[in-house]
């Protein structure tokens, strides 16, 4: 009978407990495989264990290459939506204008349209101007699809600001660029981090609509492609665990520092 109460009282925890194993499974199936040696060309099955691969993550041509390209392409995107982003936010929640509620609309159609049709319009698009496809034309399309995620994450943390504080910032004489600097920035910081996070794990992990507006160039998504059909090497799973440790520890920092300010506020 206890158990049964047990069960009743961590019921919550247990079943997102359950789900958070589920959900980070595969990560653990790659790491576990990034310490494979294959004896074939697919790395499926498990067959001794080899730290081969983590003593040259870049012994494959044209991995490491690709995936300094999708960093690139990622910083450079993750900048342009969130300075453009953080922008338009500002105008939808701070100003009225004609077609406001249109405009807030159209912010949420890429993020609803299946990427399969907006890539195919962006290919339409690139190839109606002319445009030769490469690296530019990736870059403005994971712009163009990154925005919305970012106009919605800032646009969010703006909204719940109070304009209280800024209009004390201009009672204490402080102008508009000093009050935005010190009072509005800060307070719309975590939407905007986190608005730039979300764009960037986006943009790096982009397969479809790279793939239609790439050209010659290849990233580490389309490099993984490409070789799933031939055989996929062990570094490619060293790659994704570096990157997931890499998440993990920013996740944590970030755990840290909020911990950190809220016992210096307390």
């Not at 405009?103 to 109606?128: C, G, K, R």
Request: proline share 4%; glycine share 8%.
């Amino acid at each position: 009978m206890s158990l049964v109460r047990w069960l009743k009282r961590h019921l919550v925890v247990i079943a997102g407990l359950l789900t958070l194993g589920y959900l980070l499974l595969p990560n653990a199936v790659v790491t576990v495989f990034s310490f494979n040696n294959p004896k074939g060309r697919f790395n499926y099955e498990w067959q001794q264990f080899s730290t081969e691969a983590w003593t040259d993550p870049c012994g494959v041509v044209d991995l490491c290459g690709s995936l300094a390209l999708s960093l690139q392409i990622a910083a450079w995107a993750t900048l342009g939506a969130t300075v453009l982003g953080t922008l338009i936010a500002f105008a939808l929640v701070r100003y009225r204008f004609r077609a406001r509620g249109a405009v807030n609309s159209l912010i949420f159609l890429p993020m609803a349209m299946p990427e399969v049709v907006m890539a195919a319009s962006l290919l339409t698009l690139f190839l109606n101007m002319g445009a030769q496809l490469g690296f530019w034309t990736v870059l403005i399309a994971h712009i163009m699809f990154c925005l919305s995620f970012v106009v919605t994450a800032v646009k969010a943390r703006v909204m719940s600001m109070d304009p209280k504080l800024e209009e004390a910032a201009r009672d204490l004489y402080a102008g508009p660029f000093q009050t935005f600097v010190r009072v509005t920035l800060p307070i719309a910081a975590p939407g905007i981090v986190a608005g730039a996070l979300l764009a960037f794990a986006l943009s790096f992990d982009d397969f479809i609509i790279t793939n239609f507006n790439a050209g010659a160039t290849v990233t580490f998504p389309m490099f993984v492609w490409g070789s799933a059909q031939r055989g996929t090497p062990v570094q490619i799973n060293v790659i994704g665990t570096g990157m997931f440790i890499v998440a993990v520890l920013i996740v944590l920092a970030g755990m840290v520092i909020s911990g950190r300010r809220n016992r210096q506020k307390a």
